[in-house]
């Protein structure tokens, strides 16, 4: 099956300073996700994007299907950024989504 | 409240009982799912169904029972416990099936489970 990693696996940041979250992966994909845990444990989706860019608010994504990976950019980071943020794929034409490892985001005042 | 709901949020079970994961969405989804998540392993998958009466085998379905006789309801049934069990275990549901880009999932709050 498709493999994801993401990198780094840890970072922890300043409140307002700005970072990028990596995603590579194994196969083609024909649907890439991003998702936030917060530190209660709840999972929310933050982005559809097996290709091309999007952006809501502070946050950004960008999938480069051609070379397999996928960055999440987060500027003016807030504490509330803090978590575990996962992407996650699908290749082909299953109903399999494969997680990344996730990285850990702490951010401090 | 419209979306995935868990029960229980806590169990403890002794390595042999069996026991089932209650998931159940009010969203007309299609599509639910049911993933651990281990320290440092991100999430796996365990069952998954695209709809009442199909469910299919994810990535470690093993010592794991599903079925799907409504759309709303996809429990998850523990027959015999073990040890390596212990997790966190989530229920997610999309409206249709993938690849469709609009369907991302929603997840519910979670259910820890501890086997000793």
């Known amino acids: 099956g498709i493999q994801v990693e993401q990198s780094p696996p840890d970072l922890i940041l300043q409140e307002g300073a700005n970072s990028t979250l990596r995603c590579n992966f194994s196969?083609?994909?024909?649907?890439l996700q991003w998702f936030h845990q917060n530190p209660w444990g709840q999972l929310i989706n933050l982005f559809y994007?097996?290709?091309g860019t999007k952006q809501n608010g502070r946050l950004s994504a960008t999938t480069v299907a051609t070379e397999r990976y996928s960055l999440l950019y987060i500027s003016s980071s807030q504490t509330t950024d803090s978590g575990v943020y996962f992407c996650a794929a699908i290749t082909g034409g299953g109903n399999k989504l494969t997680f990344g490892t996730g990285t850990q985001l702490k951010v401090e005042l | 409240n419209a979306g995935v709901t868990q029960t229980p949020k806590f169990q403890v079970l002794k390595t042999g009982q069996s026991m089932t994961l209650q998931c159940a969405q009010d969203?007309?989804?299609?599509?639910m799912s049911w993933y651990r998540q281990d320290p440092g392993m991100g999430l796996r998958l365990i069952h998954y169904s695209v709809g009442a009466g199909i469910t299919d085998q994810g990535e470690v379905p093993n010592g794991y029972n599903v079925s799907r006789s409504t759309t709303e309801d996809f429990p998850l049934r523990l027959l015999s416990a073990a040890p390596s069990q212990t997790s966190v275990y989530f229920c997610?549901?999309?409206?249709?099936?993938?690849?469709?880009?609009?369907?991302?999932?929603?997840f519910g709050a979670g259910s820890r489970l501890t086997v000793l």
């Open positions: 994007i097996p290709s």
């Open positions: 196969d083609s994909v024909n649907n």
């Open positions: 969203m007309n989804h299609e599509y």
């Open positions: 997610a549901s999309s409206y249709r099936g993938y690849p469709s880009g609009a369907n991302v999932l929603t």
